[in-house]
């Protein structure tokens, strides 16, 4: 059916190239951004093979393989696709991937569900992959010189992938997690509760987490950090190299789902369509610009 207003202006802010377009850029030696402006996309090079951490949607797959190839990449290369989860801002260039590159596509059992179901919104449609590396906690994929640790960490929904690997700058090697569903636009006390458990364990196995590198940019900050990354001196520190400030924001996320479980246990809690509105327009853009 028609989308409601807001869902809909929200739709022609996604669907906005001047709004969404990023330049690629790279992160640390093995590690580039490839996303757009509000849902992020990762590419890791291991030296024999390249892995894609999210495959955005609709038009932005073509932007994506653009990306890949304007930093001198062939997406041939692309060995593995790990989807965070399964919605379609995610998982949506999946199929693409898989069918012109043979790419292997990596979700959890109930991630490839919702990958595959269809959508509530037909605007959330997602060319379907053919059901491929299906991911349990605690799997570990290597390619080349990284290792790439997975953890379901359900609550965004129930099959959320949040991704441990390493990122290079020169001699120093530097722990990263991407965190796979932050956001808390979902309802129901018993799957905020799940969430704030997923959560309590990621700050159980922090503590060599230096660099997060989120599904969406702005829950780490990204682009902030790389316009401090294009002024480094070769002798400074690594701006994307934080971890009091990954330890931070996990604190905050718990925070925030507790104030939401409170809510959902007395009654006032917000549609998750409102709290998913609010969450995106209190994200200040960053502008990017070319220095």
Same mark, same amino acid.
């Given at each position: 059916?028609? !989308?409601?207003?807001?869902?809909?202006?929200?739709?022609?802010?996604?669907?906005?190239?001047?709004?969404? %377009?990023?330049?690629?850029?790279?992160?640390?030696?093995?590690?580039?951004?490839?996303? @757009?402006?509000?849902?992020?996309? %990762? !590419?890791?090079?291991?030296?024999?093979?390249?892995?894609?951490?999210?495959?955005?949607?609709?038009?932005?797959?073509?932007?994506?393989?653009?990306? @890949?190839?304007?930093?001198?990449?062939? /997406?041939?290369? @692309?060995?593995?696709?790990?989807?965070?989860?399964?919605?379609?801002?995610?998982?949506?260039?999946?199929?693409?991937?898989?069918?012109?590159?043979?790419?292997?596509?990596?979700?959890?059992?109930?991630?490839?569900?919702?990958?595959?179901?269809?959508?509530?919104? /037909?605007?959330?449609?997602?060319?379907?992959?053919?059901?491929?590396?299906?991911?349990?906690? =605690?799997?570990?994929?290597?390619?080349?010189?990284?290792?790439?640790?997975?953890?379901?960490?359900?609550?965004?929904?129930?099959?959320?992938?949040?991704?441990?690997?390493?990122?290079?700058?020169?001699?120093?090697?530097?722990?990263?997690?991407?965190? =796979?569903?932050?956001?808390?636009?979902?309802?129901?006390?018993?799957?905020?509760?799940?969430?704030?458990?997923?959560?309590?364990? !990621?700050?159980?196995?922090?503590?060599?987490?230096?660099?997060?590198? /989120?599904?969406?940019?702005?829950?780490?900050?990204?682009?902030?950090?790389?316009?401090? !990354?294009?002024?480094?001196?070769?002798?400074?520190?690594?701006?994307?190299?934080?971890?009091?400030? %990954?330890?931070?924001?996990?604190? @905050?996320?718990?925070?925030?789902?507790?104030?939401?479980?409170?809510?959902?246990?007395?009654?006032?809690?917000?549609?998750?369509?409102?709290?998913?509105?609010?969450?995106?327009?209190?994200?200040?853009?960053?502008?990017?610009?070319?220095?």
């Amino acid at each position: 059916g028609p !989308l409601p207003p807001p869902l809909s202006a929200l739709w022609q802010s996604w669907d906005n190239h001047k709004q969404q %377009y990023v330049k690629p850029f790279q992160i640390f030696d093995n590690i580039y951004y490839v996303g @757009i402006d509000w849902v992020s996309a %990762y !590419l890791v090079d291991t030296g024999s093979g390249l892995v894609l951490i999210d495959s955005l949607y609709g038009k932005w797959v073509a932007t994506l393989e653009r990306n @890949i190839r304007q930093l001198g990449f062939d /997406p041939a290369q @692309i060995k593995y696709v790990i989807n965070t989860h399964g919605h379609f801002d995610h998982a949506g260039g999946s199929a693409h991937f898989q069918k012109q590159y043979g790419a292997q596509i990596v979700m959890t059992e109930e991630d490839w569900q919702i990958a595959l179901a269809e959508p509530d919104v /037909p605007l959330f449609y997602i060319p379907t992959p053919k059901r491929d590396i299906v991911a349990k906690d =605690g799997d570990k994929i290597a390619v080349g010189d990284n290792e790439f640790s997975l953890y379901n960490t359900p609550g965004h929904t129930n099959g959320v992938l949040s991704i441990r690997y390493t990122a290079r700058d020169g001699d120093n090697a530097h722990t990263v997690m991407t965190l =796979g569903g932050v956001g808390l636009n979902f309802s129901g006390a018993e799957r905020t509760e799940t969430y704030i458990n997923s959560y309590l364990r !990621l700050q159980s196995i922090q503590d060599d987490i230096e660099v997060s590198l /989120p599904n969406h940019q702005a829950m780490g900050r990204v682009f902030e950090r790389h316009d401090r !990354l294009k002024q480094r001196d070769a002798a400074a520190p690594h701006p994307f190299v934080d971890q009091a400030s %990954y330890r931070a924001d996990i604190a @905050i996320f718990i925070n925030n789902a507790r104030r939401k479980l409170a809510k959902e246990q007395d009654g006032t809690a917000e549609d998750p369509s409102a709290a998913l509105l609010r969450a995106i327009s209190d994200t200040p853009k960053s502008i990017q610009t070319e220095q």
